[in-house]
């Protein structure tokens, strides 16, 4: 809706004079906008800054172990958590927990009294921020379950197995690997007497999938799993078992196995015989992505002729570099003439 103003004018003979100009009062428009504007921005801020109504918002809180030094001066550690956090709804007002962060609560567990191996429940203490409104209404169970021992220290061999192979159409795949330094191919690891016992191997478990872009890699500061003298994984979850990766170097080279045909390529073959090979295929080997470009082994003989059997050893030289075959490999040729 336009808003009019009024002007009014005296003319010489001091009449007044009314009219109306249809100027719309822009202005006042305006300044009626910006108070409406300040009282919103005003009452949002009141509502995030200064509410006082208790909410309730819930997290998940990582449990703290203190007491692990006096622990370990007494020769001993823990290991099989149940858990390493707890889920806890806070309540209190909307202000304080707009206020606080997460790091800023505590969930601890002191173990520093424990002198003999065993296992354990112990309780969980909660505290929230100092000076704030907030309470801890509902959680998890406040206990921690666990077991310690003897701690334990061990030299292994460190074996490695490449898995997760790429889908490249291809046979099969083999790896070789080797140490920078032939010295590590061992690891020494620590930990609770009872796991350590069990350990016999440490295994590095190669993600193959980066054959997919290159053909060979070298790792350090890798993780590893364990095995028993069955070579059967060794149940490590919720236990610390420290050792080191940083030093060793492993490196990986992938080799994919692959079946081509054999075809014969015939130079001079005026009469049109049909080459007959001893084989109709060959398995070749490299690197994968050397491998992804070849589709065949081809034989070149210089002339046919029937009843003529030609032997041909199979060579790298007739195939792309960085492919092979297998030494001492005969295919033989014969010839026939084509079926009237």
């Not at 601890?108 to 000076?131: K, R």
């Not at 041909?312 to 026939?336: A, R």
Request: a negative charge.
């Amino acid at each position: 809706m336009k808003q009019y103003e009024l002007i009014k004018d005296t003319d010489e003979n001091g009449n007044e004079n009314i009219s109306v100009s249809d100027k719309p009062k822009r202005r006042l428009d305006l300044v009626g906008r910006l108070v409406c504007l300040l009282i919103a921005v005003v009452i949002w801020l009141w509502t995030v800054n200064f509410n006082d109504t208790d909410v309730t918002e819930t997290m998940v809180l990582k449990i703290q172990i203190t007491g692990l030094d006096a622990l370990e001066d007494n020769g001993m550690m823990i290991y099989g958590l149940d858990k390493r956090e707890i889920t806890v709804t806070v309540k209190g007002s909307n202000r304080d927990l707009k206020k606080y962060k997460e790091s800023e609560y505590k969930v601890t567990v002191d173990v520093g009294a424990i002198n003999e191996v065993g296992q354990y429940t112990l309780p969980l203490s909660v505290t929230t921020p100092t000076g704030s409104s907030l309470t801890i209404a509902e959680s998890e169970p406040l206990n921690v379950n666990f077991s310690t021992d003897y701690i334990a220290e061990k030299t292994v061999p460190l074996d490695v197995q490449v898995i997760n192979y790429p889908s490249l159409g291809l046979v099969s795949y083999t790896y070789e690997h080797q140490f920078a330094d032939p010295d590590s191919d061992n690891v020494t690891i620590r930990g609770p007497k009872t796991v350590i016992d069990l350990i016999e191997t440490a295994r590095f478990n190669v993600d193959g999938s980066f054959a997919m872009n290159t053909d060979s890699k070298t790792f350090s500061g890798f993780a590893l799993s364990f095995l028993d003298k069955n070579l059967n994984p060794v149940n490590v979850d919720g236990t610390e078992i420290d050792y080191s990766t940083e030093e060793i170097e492993v490196n990986v080279d992938i080799f994919a196995h692959k079946q081509v045909p054999v075809r014969v390529e015939i130079l001079d073959d005026k009469n049109k015989l049909i080459a007959k090979p001893s084989s109709d295929a060959i398995e070749v080997w490299g690197a994968p992505s050397e491998i992804m470009v070849i589709s065949e082994y081809v034989i070149t003989i210089e002339k046919a002729e029937v009843g003529k059997i030609t032997p041909h050893e199979v060579s790298n030289k007739d195939l792309p570099d960085g492919v092979n075959v297998k030494e001492n490999v005969i295919i033989t040729v014969s010839f026939e003439e084509p079926a009237e």
